[in-house]
């Protein structure tokens, strides 16, 4: 009976550790990129997951904007919607579809993605489609163009990631 009871002992710290190792890796150092991954929706038709670039992605801890590529969709007429949904870190937040282009709107679409996060660890993280403000446009006279001509691809997003402790 010590035998076992040895066994199921050295088992449990076994099991213990190992799950401290996952704890660990899953946490994050202000700066370290947060790896994320898309898919795209365009007439019924999903796109497989790929991972985006590194300077495409959050930075943990730091508010930042970048200019995300969406490639043309397989058969892109302009008829349907496309959608967008993201995968975020390493713990895999979801974030469900987001409409980005034919939205029925004027305005140039920006994606705004919140993270919040406490310590090392993010806790959830958020996202929304918005109308770019003019100031972004004025400054981004090219992306306007770009965005409207239905023959210019990839298309670029601006995304603002926020970081908040909570």
Not at 29 to 44: C, E, F, I, N, T
């Amino acid at each position: 009976m010590g035998i076992p009871t040895t066994a199921m002992l050295l088992l449990l710290v076994v099991v213990e550790v190992i799950g401290m190792m996952g704890m660990a890796s899953a946490s994050y150092r202000v700066g370290d990129l947060v790896p994320m991954s898309r898919m795209g929706q365009y007439h019924a038709m999903r796109t497989n997951w790929h991972d985006i670039l590194g300077h495409h992605c959050p930075i943990f801890g730091v508010n930042r904007e970048v200019l995300l590529p969406i490639p043309k969709p397989t058969g892109y007429t302009g008829a349907d919607a496309y959608k967008i949904s993201f995968q975020v870190g390493r713990e895999k937040f979801f974030i469900p579809w987001l409409l980005v282009i034919n939205r029925k709107s004027p305005e140039i679409p920006m994606i705004d993605i919140h993270l919040r996060f406490s310590g090392s660890d993010i806790h959830g993280v958020t996202a929304k489609v918005v109308n770019m403000p003019r100031q972004y446009v004025d400054s981004h006279e090219d992306l306007l163009k770009e965005f409207w001509d239905p023959e210019h691809w990839p298309k670029r997003i601006l995304v603002r990631y926020f970081c908040c402790c909570s």
